[in-house]
């Protein structure tokens, strides 16, 4: 399992290099961005509905108790995530962030650049000749 840190990271990268892809076909970034948030936003209703299937699922030979606390925390991580899911996709700003990043040079401006490896978050490009732990 991967540290939350790490997802956060390959998330950004991924959210940069998509951007330069739509860029390079002609979307504008606030277009991306909306799709971009829509995506992500659906990946929290995602989790959303598997916690939602942990509703009445405690182990019985805990007790009545134990039951009525895991429904209650099962319930209100349901809240949680309807808000994150929400929040995310009202999301606002990235794209004026985004649109910055494309300014300075720091993700590409062309196709060609966009669909080269990348040196930054994520994972680095592999040589050929040579395996990752991936392939193994």
């Given amino acids: ?4 840190g790490d997802y956060r990271t390959a998330a950004v990268g991924a959210r940069m290099r998509v951007h330069a892809i739509l860029a390079a076909a002609g979307l504008e970034p606030d277009e991306a961005d909306e799709l971009l948030c829509a995506l992500e936003a659906g990946a929290v ?3 959303h509905c598997w916690v939602e299937e942990l509703h009445g699922s405690a182990p019985a030979a805990q007790g009545a108790a134990h039951e009525e606390g895991w429904d209650a925390g099962v319930d209100r991580a349901l809240e949680v995530l309807a808000r994150v899911a929400d929040s995310t996709y009202r999301q606002h700003g990235r794209a004026r962030a985004t649109r910055s990043l494309l ?3 720091e993700i590409p401006h062309n196709r060609e650049q966009a669909v080269q490896p990348t040196a ?3 994972p680095a490009p592999r040589s ?3 395996s990752s732990d991936r392939d193994r």
């Fill in 103 to 105: 300014g300075s040079g």
């Fill in 1 to 4: 399992m991967m540290d939350p």
């Fill in 128 to 130: 050929k000749g040579r």
């Fill in 120 to 122: 930054g978050p994520g």
């Fill in 45 to 47: 209703a995602d989790a």
